[in-house]
């Protein structure tokens, strides 16, 4: 993902979540804020609205923290957040060096949770009442290599 692409991806966020990063929170990554993050996108060149999806990995440790899995509604069923996942997990285990890889879903957003269990992830917690709007738990899921 670039920097010309967080308009867009603002947008999705928007049409995905009830709390949606802003654009300052993007570019703050963009920007080197501190922290080593990663931003993926699917694309579709050529077209004034290109940005399919995205996904966002931060490192934690020895770790990565995956965020931001969001496909615009018209696209989704078509497999990319798993091509997301799937590349993600690839380069931060094998280019970036992390171990392991964690995330939050909300409890009721079957299709993620199904996604995710079936990649390899494991719930080993809960966080009650995360998620605003409405109010809903997230599950902690991680994927281990060991």
């Not at 269990?117 to 902690?140: K, L, M, Q």
């Amino acid at each position: 993902m670039t920097a010309e692409d967080i308009p867009q991806a603002v947008e999705i966020e928007k049409m995905c979540f009830s709390e949606p990063w802003s654009e300052g929170s993007y570019r703050s990554c963009f920007a080197g804020d501190g922290t080593q993050s990663w931003f993926y996108a699917a694309v579709r060149e050529k077209e004034p609205e290109k940005l399919l999806g995205m996904i966002g990995l931060t490192r934690m440790g020895e770790d990565g923290e995956i965020s931001n899995v969001a496909v615009c509604p018209r696209n989704r069923r078509n497999g990319i957040a798993r091509m997301l996942l799937e590349r993600v997990l690839e380069d931060g285990k094998n280019s970036i060096g992390l171990q392991d890889f964690t995330l939050e879903v909300r409890v009721g957003n079957e299709a993620a949770n199904r996604l995710y269990e079936s990649e390899g992830f494991r719930e080993e917690g809960v966080r009650p009442g995360f998620y605003r709007n409405p109010t809903e738990d997230a599950r902690i899921m991680w994927k281990r290599f060991l």
